[in-house]
């Protein structure tokens, strides 16, 4: 396969083939995300022949896919009938493809009807990563996300009715110490009022260091500490109602390790954020040089 790299994935697609059906982020703008800002990842689509050629030669190769996960960062944003067409051609190239999943922005599925999305499931689309990063409407703002709390909201419950499955991510330390508190407070009810499939948080990480993030907080962003991590997270479990939502915080980004379905297991992760934060000795943390991005 021809990557234009970098190429990234969610963790659970660790087992999936990659099929890069755009290049970079159709949106590209979000202050803290340096994934596709190589000049190499200027956003563009895969012209439909080549990408018909890549699915031929998957074919001959004679193994099975049963996962697949559209790259890059939005593939969503193609419309309907592109996506339509690329699933159509991986069920009939790719007979065994059982699950194919994307990263997907809130406005990704403006324009596409729950209609045409149930559409796209029952050619095998199966789940969709949103970064909804927070729920707080000004740190939205502040970061260009070019989301808002209602944009996330009627993407989830788009996906909801569309028989979707959705697994949203939320970052922590996103807004610095200014906008902890509500940042933790307007993500937990924007999950509650949603209710996703999945849920991870992932930890802020700065590989190429704080600048852009830095200038949309015009120059006052302040950075948490590992211990102002957990108690963010902490609130932000803490004011969750879920029914039956996968929580994990297993990124490489996190320090603490957390695995467990909400809210059943609220008082266990709650327990474990309170020995890290009151004992970090008695609890497995990653070390620095563990981490990544
Ligand atoms: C490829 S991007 C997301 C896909 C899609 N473009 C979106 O925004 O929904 C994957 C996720 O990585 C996370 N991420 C990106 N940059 C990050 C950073 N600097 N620190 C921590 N998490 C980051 C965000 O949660 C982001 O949604
Ligand atoms: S977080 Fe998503 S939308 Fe924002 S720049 Fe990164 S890939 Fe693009």
């Not at 979707?164 to 200014?178: E, F, P, Q, W, Y």
């Not at 852009?212 to 997270?233: I, K, S, V």
Request: glycine share 6%; proline share 4%; charged share 25%.
């Amino acid at each position: 396969m021809n990557y234009i790299e970098p190429v990234f994935r969610p963790p659970s697609e660790a087992k999936s083939l990659i099929l890069q059906v755009t290049n970079g982020c159709s949106w590209n703008r979000c202050s803290f995300c340096e994934m596709y800002t190589a000049p190499q990842k200027k956003f563009q689509a895969k012209p439909e022949k080549q990408l018909r050629e890549e699915l031929q030669f998957l074919q001959q190769s004679g193994y099975r896919f049963p996962r697949i996960f559209l790259a890059d960062g939005d593939a969503m944003t193609l419309s309907f009938r592109r996506l339509k067409t690329i699933l159509e051609a991986i069920q009939n190239y790719l007979p065994g493809t059982r699950r194919v999943s994307s990263y997907c922005l809130p406005r990704n599925l403006k324009n596409k009807s729950v209609e045409e999305l149930k559409e796209l499931q029952q050619l095998g689309l199966s789940i969709l990563y949103v970064g909804c990063e927070t729920g707080d409407e000004e740190l939205l703002h502040t970061i260009g996300k070019g989301e808002s709390y209602r944009s996330s909201l009627d993407a989830l419950q788009k996906i909801k009715q569309a028989h979707l499955k959705s697994s949203v991510m939320i970052v922590n330390g996103l807004g610095g110490r200014k906008f902890s508190q509500q940042h933790a407070i307007h993500s937990a009810k924007l999950m509650t009022e949603t209710q996703p499939d999945y849920l991870s948080t992932l930890v802020l990480s700065f590989p190429e260091g704080p600048k852009r993030h830095q200038d949309h907080f015009n120059g006052q962003f302040e950075q948490l500490t590992q211990l102002e991590l957990f108690e963010e997270l902490a609130l932000f479990i803490s004011h969750l109602e879920l029914s039956h939502t996968v929580f994990r915080s297993d990124h490489a980004s996190n320090y603490l390790i957390l695995k467990g379905t909400l809210n059943a297991d609220k008082e266990k992760l709650l327990d474990q954020l309170h020995t890290a934060i009151h004992t970090p000795t008695a609890i497995h943390l990653r070390k620095e040089w563990q981490r990544g991005l």
